[in-house]
């Protein structure tokens, strides 16, 4: 089965080094490409759809208030 969200490799190694970073400016605590690879697919899994799903609710909802508001102007 295809991941539901995938990325380019240069997009997957920027979040992989952002992840890298928060854990050593937030926690003073290395971790390597592979556990931050890990944690990235672990996000894009679980957490990812979520938010996706939530984007498009509110893309929705902004769609509808802006069409609601072009019918208001046509009447």
Do not use: R, W
Not at 16 to 27: D, K, L, M, P, R
Not at 28 to 40: F, V
Not at 48 to 73: C, M, S, W
Request: proline share 3%.
């Amino acid at each position: 089965m295809k991941d539901p969200f995938s990325l380019t490799s240069d997009v997957k190694q920027e979040m992989t080094t952002h992840i890298q970073t928060y854990f050593s400016n937030e926690h003073d605590e290395e971790i390597g490409q592979l556990k931050a690879t890990l944690l990235l697919d672990f996000f894009l899994k679980e957490i990812a759809p979520a938010v996706y799903n939530q984007g498009v609710t509110d893309a929705h909802k902004f769609i509808e208030e802006k069409l609601e508001d072009v019918f208001t102007i046509q009447k």
